[in-house]
């Protein structure tokens, strides 16, 4: 009869894991747990798909520029021909002209002074642009940091709960404790789905990141080599 009575039972457990039914059967603060983790991992993939193309489309943009800057006649018929705002090589050599100008229309020209005054200008604009290209992924960072943390609070806060029934009911057996359980380590596994795809991308896109900045260093020192040559004329 006893047998009959779990094999009863087991006929009509659940056969695999409902992530909806363990969101609306767990505590309200386990709740407010798993939806903030749930939005923090919806936009962390809106982070990834939205840096991988703008980086494709800068980084094509950025090639193409160069490529063209080095064959140009006239640097700065290119410049207002061909640059834009959304290229940062662009962004480098209007800052560089800009102080070429600047630096060479009195009528003793500070060679020296110039060319220091060309390299602070280059490598502050290489800078912004490099800052403006990883505006979001410190956010990457904080929810790979944090997510287990705030998944694990959510799992003891679960589990606390469940004892509490366990406690009131005062029968401490499976079919009272598991789903308790099953619910709070839900929180855990949520923190995790958040913070291993956050702690992959920030590692890929601050690689990504620190080659383009290397990018646009070597084309701003070969082109302050270019300006001081023409300084030495």
């Given amino acids: 009869m006893t047998i009959a009575l779990l094999a009863a039972g087991a006929a009509g457990a659940p056969t695999r894991l409902n992530p909806v039914e363990l969101f ?3 505590d309200i603060v386990v709740q407010v747990v798993m939806a903030g983790l749930a939005l923090a991992s919806v936009w962390i993939w809106m982070i990834i798909l939205g840096f991988t193309f703008r980086v494709a489309r800068v980084s094509g943009n950025n090639r193409k520029f160069e490529e063209g800057f080095w064959e140009a006649r006239d640097i700065d018929v290119y ?3 061909q640059g834009s705002a959304a290229i940062p090589s662009s962004r480098v050599v209007a ?3 800009a102080e070429w100008r ?6 003793a020209v500070d060679r020296e002074g110039t060319r220091q005054r060309l390299a602070s200008a280059m490598d502050s604009a290489v800078t912004a642009e ?5 505006a979001r992924l410190n956010f990457l960072a904080t929810v790979g ?3 287990p943390f705030v998944g694990l609070f959510g799992t003891v806060w679960g589990i606390m709960d469940s004892f509490f029934h ?5 029968n401490a057996s499976l079919a009272v404790v598991a789903p308790g359980i099953s619910e709070a380590l839900f929180a855990t596994a949520m923190g995790l789905f958040a913070a291993i795809p956050a702690v992959v991308a920030y590692n890929r896109f601050s690689h990504r990141v620190n080659r383009f900045e290397t990018q646009l260093f070597r084309f701003a020192d ?3 080599a270019t300006l001081s040559r023409e300084l030495e004329n």
Avoid: N, P, Y
Avoid at 102 to 107: F, I, L, N, P
Avoid at 166 to 170: C, K, L
């Fill in 102 to 107: 600047r630096s060479t229309s009195g009528k």
């Fill in 145 to 147: 940091s944090v997510a």
């Fill in 95 to 97: 800052a560089a002209l």
């Fill in 222 to 224: 070969r082109f302050h």
């Fill in 24 to 26: 609306l059967h767990a």
């Fill in 79 to 81: 410049q207002k021909e």
């Fill in 130 to 134: 490099t800052d403006k290209l990883s």
């Fill in 166 to 170: 366990i406690g009131a009911q005062q």
